[in-house]
């Protein structure tokens, strides 16, 4: 199932809402993602910052980003901006 999404990101982390739903957590996933916004993003872990995240710069795309089962990936931004997600749930 492929999902897509525009999330806004703010100074602090904000989960990617990828592939959600019933029992959608327990499989691993491929995240790809397209910075939209004025300014760069940055993703990480739930404890991601402007200075330790991994850049995405304005009009840049990075993926694919393998998720395993459970985990998530955040992101923030200097101000807010706008970052589009796009996952697939892989099969178990």
Known sequence: MIKTAVIAVAASPTI?????GSGQQDHPKQVFLYNIAG???FIGGADVTVTTGIQIATGANFGPIELPAGENLFAVAAAGQNLVVMSNRNPS
């Open 39 to 41: 300014a760069a993003v």
């Open 16 to 20: 990617t809402p990828v592939v959600t």
